[in-house]
């Protein structure tokens, strides 16, 4: 018995079409008539009587026994060429990456030199501003130290002037207390 799908021309689908109308093997579609495989979907009149010499010859060519076991070869299978594993997509690939990662470097090169420059700066300007506050403290001891140097001179001439003013209160009155002892005499 010979399959449907042995018959040239028929596939999958119209292999499951035929099976599904009652044609099983090719000796049923080589005993058909064309009237009989016309209500087979995708059959058409043209196409009815071809199938049937097809079905015939595939009948004729097959043998009815079994064919002989298939024999392996004792022939060595032919050495491969190595094969170019990178095509020229794959190399512009790869130096694309290449060149990403080399943008990338430089990218984290030029953060880490402006990170460190604006690290710098900072330290100058602190640098500065301290020396700055030193002589600011300088220049404020330096004033302080007058204001107390001038209200300690302030107050002892303050001092010296309560004392020559008591001394010439004390004189004045000493000298009236002397006109009065005179004018008493």
């Known amino acids: 018995m ?17 099976t599904a109308n009652g044609f099983r093997t090719a000796e049923a579609i080589a ?13 058409g009149v043209a196409r009815a009587p071809l199938l049937i010499a097809a079905a015939k010859e595939a009948i004729s060519t097959k043998p009815a026994t079994k064919p002989a076991a298939r024999r392996t070869s004792t022939r060595k299978p032919a050495a491969r060429k190595p094969v ?28 880490a030199a402006a990170k460190a420059r604006k690290k710098a700066k900072a330290k100058a300007k602190a640098e500065k501003a301290a020396k700055k506050r030193a002589e600011m403290e300088a220049v404020f001891s330096k004033a302080k130290d007058k ?26 009155n000493k000298d009236k207390k002397k006109e009065k002892k005179k004018a008493k005499k």
């Open 2 to 18: 010979t399959s449907v799908t042995d018959v040239k021309g028929v596939g999958e689908a119209l292999g499951q079409a035929l």
């Open 31 to 43: 005993k058909a008539s064309p009237a009989d495989l016309v209500k087979v979907p995708r059959i």
């Open 84 to 111: 170019a594993r990178k095509t020229v997509a794959a190399a512009e690939k790869t130096a694309e990456a290449a060149a990403r990662k080399a943008a990338e470097e430089k990218a984290a090169a030029d953060a």
């Open 147 to 172: 204001v107390k140097a001038k209200a300690k001179k302030d107050k002892k001439s303050q001092k010296d002037d309560k004392s020559k003013d008591k001394k010439k209160k004390d004189d004045k």
